[in-house]
């Protein structure tokens, strides 16, 4: 008698157990899912992330456009003449080489002929035929951009062989045989050229050409001319 009721009571405990377990068991799965959900909720979805890559494209978009826009507000007329000084400089310790015309060597001819050109003024192959262009011009006339010729064989003091190009302040640029390149020189420095000088001719119309620059690069053109 005394088994029987143990085991009654073994087995009303283990079914109390069992009952007990079956009821915990939901609530862990049901905590375990909101945990999961909240994950979920704070992980971005693709339509937010297409919507921040399509933000970033529009303001590299804009930031572009405003360069464009500082880029147009910053053209400035650009004169014939100064852009034949540059072009002229840029060929500065260029090899003279008589008969040349480019684009490595020149000859003093070569060389105004091709500076003009790049501005679409186009002169004669030879200093004498370019001397009889234009408009005639003296020396205390000189204005930047002019060609200015020498008689600089002996025995012919009126016969145009040399040209170069005046450039303002006393100075010229010019194809030297002497010097064997292009350089620059300045009539009150180099008597030789001052003595030989027979006239200047003026070939560059009023016309401007348009040229973008911003203040910084426009200083640094002022200090190169």
Known sequence: MLEGKVSKVLLLILVLFMSACSQTQPQVVNKVVKKKEKVTIVTPTISKVKKQKQQISLTKLS???????????????????????????????????????????????????????????HLPRVSRDQAKQGQLISFSKLKKGDLVFFATKKGHPNRVTHVGIYLGNGNFIHASSGAKKVIICNFQKHCFYKKHFLWARRVI?????????????????????
Request: glycine share 6%.
């Open 63 to 121: 930031l572009n456009s405003q360069k464009l826009l500082i880029q147009e507000e910053n053209w400035v007329p650009l004169k014939v003449e100064d852009e034949i000084e540059w072009n002229a400089k840029e060929l500065l310790g260029h090899k003279y080489v008589w008969g040349a015309t480019g684009p490595i060597t020149y000859d003093c001819s070569g060389f105004t002929r091709k500076i003009f050109a790049d501005v679409g003024i």
């Open 205 to 225: 119309s009023e016309k401007q050409h348009v040229a973008t620059t911003t203040v910084n690069s426009s200083k640094k053109m002022s200090k190169s001319l």
